[in-house]
């Protein structure tokens, strides 16, 4: 099956983190509701993890000069809570799994340190309704 490359938060946060973003368009939208899926029902598509712009900010209108440029966290920011969610799943960048054992490895990891104690957005977040 084929193979998508996401960025940790773009794996973990996904299915969690329900928010509308009209403003960054249809194809992010469409790629957006692709990685829900992924995640949420599919089994045997290749999802790689990998460090940096993936295929949902390649469809983003924040991303300027291959870097995310958005005023709630900037590319710098991005990685670094990348790097400890990364951690937080016990993985390594370029790990590739089926879209069914990322789903299996996120229910039994969330939600993480992170959620509970950096996340700007866990206010809002739906992750702690599934402990
Ligand atoms: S609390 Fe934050 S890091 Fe955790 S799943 Fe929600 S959006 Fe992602």
């Not at 983003?60 to 005023?71: A, G, H, K, S, V």
């Not at 229910?107 to 309704?129: G, H």
Request: hydrophobic share 35%; aromatic share 8%; glycine share 6%.
């Amino acid at each position: 099956m084929e193979k998508m490359q996401l960025r940790p938060h773009h794996v973990f946060c996904e299915r969690f983190l329900k928010v509308e973003l009209p403003d960054r368009g249809s194809e992010f939208e469409q790629v957006q509701q692709e990685i829900k899926d992924l995640i949420e029902t599919d089994e045997d598509t290749q999802v790689k993890i990998i460090e940096g712009v993936d295929d949902l900010c390649k469809v983003c209108p924040d991303l300027q000069d291959d870097r995310c440029q958005n005023l709630f966290g900037n590319e710098d920011a991005v990685r670094k809570w990348d790097g400890i969610i990364i951690k937080g799943l016990d993985v390594s960048y370029g790990e590739i799994m089926t879209s069914g054992d990322w789903r299996r490895l996120i229910e039994q990891k969330s939600p993480l340190d992170f959620c509970r104690n950096r996340c700007q957005w866990k206010s809002i977040c739906t992750v702690f309704k599934s402990v």
